[in-house]
């Protein structure tokens, strides 16, 4: 079972429409990531957050330190956002990133 | 201020030709990762190197694989006597690592690798 697990693997969507992406990890945490990989692209970080939520535009990352599951949403989805979505967690005492395999979103106009 | 810089963008080898791919640091940062993305896979950590010392290279492969990051110049990720098994992309980021707060890391756009 891999350390850092997300869900859906695929997701549409239509333009306008509510997306959100889970994230869960098994391991103890100092920080978890979100980030965007565009075809062929580099790799743009969307936020770092280590408890509560953060808010980019019309992106919103929440987490539960708790029950170990972080979520990603964006409101009113638009194709621009379609991309590889990757949480990643920084274990405790460790500075390297452990990664989810990612959430490939496609929105359609 | 320049963000993470990595070159080549794409490299071509031929099956045990060597491979080296650079990193520079964001300005003020002291410290580099480099990640493995295989096709069709998610990245995978390979070390962690403060200036000229290597902190953490438990992701690195035992062989053909050195990592290096001078005291002057950009970090080095070094692949001796290429596979087909190598093409991947390779990624680059960096962090200031200030005190003992966990920092944001930074990444570059990446290196992709063909081994023909």
């Known amino acids: 079972k891999n350390e850092v697990e997300q869900s859906p693997q695929n997701l549409t969507a239509q333009e306008g429409e509510f997306i959100t992406i889970n994230c869960s990890y098994s391991v103890g945490i100092s920080a978890l990531h979100w980030l965007q990989q565009h075809p062929g692209g580099g790799i743009v970080s969307l936020f770092m957050l280590s408890s509560g939520k953060k808010k980019h535009g019309r992106l919103i990352a929440t987490i539960n330190i708790q029950e170990k599951h972080s979520s990603l949403h964006i409101t009113a989805s638009h194709p621009r956002d379609s991309a590889v979505y990757i949480c990643?967690?920084?274990?405790?005492?460790?500075?390297?990133?452990?990664f989810g395999t990612g959430t490939r979103l496609q929105v359609f106009p | 201020n320049a963000g993470v810089m990595q070159n080549p963008r794409h490299l071509v080898r031929r099956r045990g030709q060597e491979a080296r791919l650079r990193c520079s640091p964001m300005?003020?940062?002291?410290?580099v990762y480099w990640y493995r993305q295989l096709p069709e896979e998610g990245l995978k950590f390979m070390v962690y190197l403060q200036k000229e010392n290597i902190i953490d290279e438990s992701g690195m492969p035992k062989e053909r694989f050195s990592a290096e990051f001078p005291k002057e110049g950009p970090s080095i990720l070094r692949i001796q006597q290429v596979v087909r098994g190598d093409s991947a992309a390779y990624f680059c980021a960096s962090s200031p690592r200030l005190a003992v707060v966990y920092n944001e890391q930074f990444f570059g756009p990446g290196t992709r690798l063909t081994v023909l």
């Open positions: 990643a967690v920084t274990s405790y005492n460790t500075d390297k990133l452990i």
């Open positions: 300005k003020g940062h002291s410290h």
